[in-house]
């Protein structure tokens, strides 16, 4: 029972631990009592020993710690300038890298092809929009509305006789007529 107990203290945690833990077990097994006793005595020894030298590296650290950051206090160095130091310095690094001088490219060679395919585009549209006004159906349209618009301001010029003015006759016809939109005065 003693010797299952001594060989679970461990977890390997790779192939080799494994079989020097077996090793170590195998060996610890063949021993006596009192060797395993020893033994057991040593390795607590050790222990005590390896821990205390622990708490005093700890101990040391923490006192180096608290000398630096008098150091940097006396020195005007704050946590933030050091934060921003190391923030700049990573920016700095990020934007040396191949990696990103490549994207940054790619990136710049697309958005001037994509400036130059909406350029096309625009310049496109704007020669079909003048093309269009300089058709003949366009011209026909606009005269169209235009005989239109006359018709109608010969209409409502005649019916008031002394409006100078086609706003002026729509005033006018709201007004006498009571009516709030020009195109009812237009269809009475």
């Known amino acids: 029972m003693e010797d299952h107990n001594t060989a679970n203290l461990t977890e390997p945690s790779s192939p080799a631990a494994s079989v020097a833990s077996a090793e170590i077990a195998a060996e610890f097994a063949a021993l006596t009592v009192e060797e395993k ?3 057991r005595a040593e390795w607590s020894q050790e222990l005590a020993r390896v821990e205390e030298e622990i ?8 006192s180096k710690t608290r000398h630096a950051s008098d150091l940097k ?3 005007g160095i704050t946590v933030w300038k050091e ?3 190391d923030v700049n310095q990573g ?11 490549r ?6 060679s697309t958005g001037e092809k994509t400036a130059s395919v909406f350029g096309s585009i625009t310049s496109g549209i704007s020669s079909k ?20 618009y006359e018709n109608v301001k010969t209409k409502v010029t005649s019916r008031s006789g002394s409006v100078s003015s086609f706003p002026d006759a ?16 237009l269809t009475k």
Do not use: C, Y
Not at 55 to 62: C, D, E, F, S
């Open 170 to 185: 729509l005033d006018e016809n709201q007004s006498s007529s009571g009516l709030n939109s020009p195109t009812d005065s």
């Open 103 to 108: 994207t940054e490219s790619v990136l710049k």
């Open 73 to 75: 206090r006396k020195l």
């Open 129 to 148: 929009l003048s093309q269009m006004k300089n058709s003949d159906s366009m011209r026909s349209i606009e005269a169209s509305v235009g005989s239109a």
């Open 37 to 39: 006793e020893q033994r």
């Open 83 to 85: 934060l921003t130091d």
């Open 91 to 101: 920016v700095k690094n990020i934007k040396e890298s191949t990696v990103f001088q």
């Open 55 to 62: 708490n005093t590296l700890r101990t040391v650290l923490a």
